[in-house]
């Protein structure tokens, strides 16, 4: 097992397990997972034309999301006249993160530190660790955020998988709640009819039991994402024509730093542990 550069001119990095089974990630734009290949599947969609573009966000791979999810529905920061408000999903996607190998667990840990950059935006001081660890149709998430200011610190938690699909005719989801929030009317609604419309576009928020997944049936795999509270809200966001559907684990719905609601709050040099895994099962 080893870390390599892949692509100088992306700053994309590989690390592997062996020919048929690695993850390549770029530090300098946001720590984003960029591919999984499991078993020689590739498990992720990418639009790597997009992502040469600098001036965009990022459409695919696996993107961080702290420290908030979602938006927040007010004008100013919530931490006063002094900071700048925090945009879609805050910074962690946008920064450069470091990144250093595990050799006795064979792992990649992504790390993200406070910055003049980060202070704009949100008044702490934080770690926020990411262990990978890297299976044959396994990936595990090791997460630790660590508040080292003298006073609590909130924030929310996500990540953002983007999953290759063969068609969304093909699709069959499982292990959801009856009811869901469709995020773009804001109204509580029936999953199973929601989903109908994922070919046409869907954004749903659900209150899962910290464990969601889909078959495809063309591409005859599950992918199980395994979320435990508190991470155990879920997300399936579609965006046709592209061929990829997003199942995200959240920590807490939008606009949490302004209600409150679900908002996590670390107390003053302490941390918080959060776990999630994603596995892919064949259906041959």
Not at 31 to 48: A, K, R
Not at 49 to 70: A, E, H, N, V, W
Not at 153 to 176: A, C, R, T
Not at 228 to 251: H, K, N, Q
Request: charged share 25%; with cysteine; aromatic share 12%.
């Amino acid at each position: 097992m080893q870390i390599k550069l892949s692509n100088a001119d992306l700053g994309i990095f590989v690390f592997q397990l062996d020919q048929k089974n690695y993850i390549k990630f770029c530090p300098e734009r946001g720590g984003v997972i960029t591919n999984w290949v499991s078993d020689g599947s590739e498990i992720l969609y990418f639009d790597e034309k997009r992502f040469m573009d600098k001036t965009k966000s990022i459409r695919g791979g696996i993107p961080i999301l702290f420290p908030i999810c979602g938006n927040l529905n007010t004008s100013s920061s919530v931490f006063g006249k002094d900071y700048l408000q925090l945009s879609q999903h805050g910074f962690a996607r946008d920064l450069q993160w470091q990144y250093s190998f595990n050799e006795n667990e064979k792992s990649l840990c992504l790390i993200l530190n406070e910055s003049e950059k980060t202070k704009k935006y949100y008044p702490f001081d934080f770690e926020l660790r990411i262990e990978i660890i890297l299976n044959i149709n396994f990936l595990e998430f090791e997460i630790t955020i660590l508040n080292k200011t003298d006073i609590a610190m909130p924030l929310n938690f996500g990540l953002h998988p983007y999953f290759n699909i063969s068609d969304f005719k093909n699709l069959e989801f499982i292990d959801n709640p009856l009811i869901c929030q469709n995020q773009e009317k804001n109204i509580i609604s029936n999953t199973l009819d929601e989903l109908k419309n994922v070919n046409l576009g869907v954004d749903l928020l659900m209150y899962t039991s910290g464990r969601s997944s889909f078959r495809d049936k063309i591409f005859k795999r599950e992918v199980i994402l395994n979320h435990p509270y508190p991470f155990d809200l879920g997300v399936i966001w579609s965006d046709p024509p592209r061929r990829m559907i997003c199942l995200e684990p959240w920590t807490s719905p939008r606009n949490s730093f302004v209600d409150g609601f679900r908002n996590i709050m670390i107390s003053p040099n302490n941390s918080k542990r959060l776990d999630a895994s994603i596995q892919i099962k064949s259906l041959k």
